[in-house]
Structures are given as structure tokens and as C-alpha cells.
């Protein structure tokens, strides 16, 4: 929602439904908001609080720090964007263990020192 401006003037996004105008911001912020709510609760019910926290913040972390930090176009948004990228594997490791491990870890540093060597890689071969 926050990007549909800019989603306008990129050949790559231009057709997305909030670019065009096709659905109002206010009904994707419900709808958005709706998802992450049930997203929450769902968790927590069927596995345990602890994951449905590190959603919850994942959600927000992406939505209030990348965005703003994509929306500035600065070189850190790799990085940024890479930690929550990074956030499903310590997600899936909290739901079947019920904590956070040093594997889980590891794992969110690969990822995350991973990913932005990738992005720019792709990004250059563009």
C-alpha cells in the first residue's frame, strides 16, 4: 500500500491492482491488517505464542522499517529487507521446538549475509 506510487512508475509493478487503482488503499489496509491478525491467532493456536510473536513483529519490522527504508531507496534496504526475509526459518524452528536455538540462528545468518550479495547480483544482471 505504501508503495503503490512508486509501484506506478516501475515497468515491473505498474500493473498491480494499487497502482492502478483498481482496489482503494483503505480496503487493502483493512484487508492487510485483517491477514495479519488472523495470522497471529492462528499461529498461536495451532502452535505456540512464541512463533506467533516472531510473526507478528516480522510483519511489522517489514512493513514499518522496510518499506520506509525501501521507500528511501538507501543501500541499507538490502540488509533490511534480508533480515526479514530471514524471519520464516527462526518462525518454523520456534513452532516445532517451542524456543530459539543456536541452529536457528545460523540459519538466520546465512540467509541474511546471503542475501544481499544475491539481490545485487540480480539486480546488475537486470
Same mark, same amino acid.
Given at each position: 500500500?505504501? !508503495?503503490? !506510487?512508486?509501484?506506478?512508475?516501475?515497468?515491473? $509493478?505498474? #500493473?498491480? =491492482?494499487?497502482? #492502478?487503482?483498481?482496489? =482503494? #488503499?483503505? @480496503? /487493502?489496509?483493512?484487508?492487510?491488517?485483517?491477514?495479519?491478525?488472523?495470522?497471529?491467532?492462528?499461529?498461536?493456536?495451532?502452535?505456540?505464542?512464541?512463533?506467533? @510473536?516472531?510473526?507478528?513483529? $516480522?510483519?511489522?519490522?517489514?512493513?514499518?522499517?522496510?518499506?520506509?527504508?525501501?521507500?528511501?531507496? @538507501?543501500?541499507?534496504?538490502?540488509?533490511? &529487507?534480508?533480515?526479514?526475509?530471514?524471519? =520464516?526459518?527462526?518462525?518454523?524452528?520456534?513452532?516445532? $521446538? &517451542? $524456543?530459539?536455538?543456536?541452529?536457528?540462528?545460523?540459519?538466520?545468518?546465512?540467509?541474511?549475509?546471503?542475501?544481499?550479495?544475491?539481490?545485487?547480483?540480480? /539486480?546488475?544482471?537486470?
Amino acid at each position: 500500500m505504501a !508503495d503503490a !506510487d512508486i509501484d506506478k512508475v516501475m515497468k515491473r $509493478t505498474a #500493473r498491480r =491492482p494499487l497502482a #492502478r487503482d483498481i482496489v =482503494p #488503499r483503505s @480496503h /487493502a489496509l483493512v484487508f492487510g491488517l485483517a491477514l495479519s491478525v488472523a495470522s497471529f491467532f492462528w499461529l498461536w493456536w495451532t502452535t505456540n505464542m512464541l512463533s506467533a @510473536h516472531l510473526a507478528g513483529a $516480522t510483519i511489522a519490522f517489514y512493513v514499518l522499517v522496510y518499506t520506509a527504508a525501501a521507500q528511501a531507496a @538507501h543501500v541499507a534496504e538490502r540488509g533490511v &529487507g534480508g533480515a526479514a526475509g530471514c524471519m =520464516p526459518v527462526m518462525i518454523g524452528w520456534s513452532a516445532v $521446538t &517451542g $524456543t530459539i536455538q543456536w541452529p536457528a540462528l545460523v540459519m538466520f545468518a546465512i540467509i541474511f549475509f546471503w542475501t544481499p550479495p544475491h539481490t545485487w547480483a540480480l /539486480a546488475h544482471a537486470c
